[in-house]
């Protein structure tokens, strides 16, 4: 989640929630694709404590500019590297530090047709950001690993993605489409973000719904998932987060969060700070969504 200004924004986004327990959205999937895996506390959570222990032994965060932030990084590189993706890190610079993001490329899969999936790495310098948001993109490597573990042959192209300096503005996610070309940007299909995926007390989902961009496909997928399994959903509008930076762009996205947390921006957000379960059904919510949407390409 961005700085303390940009909290009113999500504030704000909150106040127009509406119960949503959608249809799923109009597509056809390709059968020969398989179901989606299941997913264990034991397969997201140790990432987490990863992220813990790489702010303990850097002053307690891991911030944009630090130590922190850069093991961080090198920390999901490697285990994306050894499962197979194409990384590469995407340099920007801000108030006076460089940082990375870095992209992963499944192999395979429509060019023309990008399903990128997101969250924001860096903390805030007064605590490790285990929530806010290590939980996203613990969340988006566990999925990310699923796809490797499974061999996923999807029908549409596959970017991940874990921008740096979300907190001081989405400095990132920013740099990362400013540079995109026209016709690169009109290849993502949807952008999905996730930022504070493990929120403690978690009583519904926030899910993206993109209006401006006439984005349904992934939202009412979402909402679809969460009521097979009887969890209430809210809809929330663009803003707040990395989203905003493709949404500024045109790009359709959407994507969810838990809702701020009990400790956020401070030392607090700790591994005590997010629920083992609720960041398990995260994950599991974006393993299912995304096979769904990696089954499908866009009518026209």
């Known amino acids: 989640m961005t700085s303390r200004r940009s909290l009113p924004r999500l504030a704000a986004a909150v106040l127009?929630?509406?119960?949503?327990?959608s249809a799923v959205p109009a597509a056809t999937a390709d059968p020969r694709l398989p179901a989606a895996p299941t997913v264990s506390e034991q397969q997201v959570m140790p990432h987490l404590r990863a992220l813990q222990r790489i702010a303990d032994r850097n002053g307690g965060n891991r911030a944009h500019g630090t130590k922190g932030y850069?093991?961080?990084?090198?920390?999901?590189?490697?285990?994306?590297?050894?499962?197979?993706?194409?990384?590469?890190?995407?340099?920007?610079?801000?108030?006076?530090?460089?940082?990375?993001?870095?992209?992963?490329?499944?192999?395979?899969?429509?060019?023309d047709h990008v399903l990128m999936t997101g969250a924001h790495l860096d903390s805030v310098k007064e605590g490790p950001g285990i929530n806010d948001n290590g939980s996203g993109s613990a969340a988006v490597l566990a999925t990310a690993l699923q796809v490797a573990k499974t061999g996923l042959k999807p029908e549409r192209h596959l970017r991940f993605a874990w921008w740096g300096a979300e907190e001081p503005g989405l400095i990132g996610s920013?740099?990362?489409?400013?540079?995109?070309?026209?016709?690169e940007r009109r290849r993502i299909d949807v952008y999905l973000n996730f930022d504070q995926a493990g929120s403690r007390n978690t009583r519904q989902w926030l899910v993206i719904h993109d209006?401006?961009?006439?984005?349904?496909?992934?939202?009412?997928?979402f909402e679809a998932w969460f009521a097979e399994r009887s969890?209430?959903?809210?809809?929330?509008?663009?803003?707040?987060?990395?989203?905003?930076?493709?949404g500024n762009a045109g790009i359709p996205s959407s994507g969810f969060s838990t809702g701020i947390s009990d400790c956020i921006h401070e030392a607090c957000d700790d591994l005590s700070n997010v629920d083992?379960?609720?960041?398990?059904?995260?994950?599991?919510?974006?393993?299912?969504?995304?096979?769904?949407?990696?089954?499908?390409?866009?009518r026209h």
Do not use: C, M
């Open 16 to 21: 127009g929630v509406s119960l949503a327990l």
């Open 231 to 246: 969890i209430p959903t809210f809809d929330i509008g663009v803003g707040g987060s990395d989203h905003e930076s493709f």
């Open 276 to 298: 083992p379960n609720t960041e398990r059904t995260s994950t599991e919510a974006i393993v299912g969504v995304l096979w769904k949407l990696a089954a499908t390409t866009p």
């Open 174 to 183: 920013a740099q990362y489409v400013r540079k995109l070309s026209a016709a």
């Open 70 to 111: 850069a093991e961080s990084v090198a920390y999901v590189k490697r285990a994306l590297d050894r499962a197979g993706f194409r990384t590469k890190l995407v340099p920007f610079t801000h108030d006076g530090a460089t940082g990375n993001s870095l992209i992963a490329d499944w192999p395979g899969g429509d060019p």
């Open 211 to 221: 209006d401006e961009h006439g984005e349904t496909e992934a939202q009412q997928a």
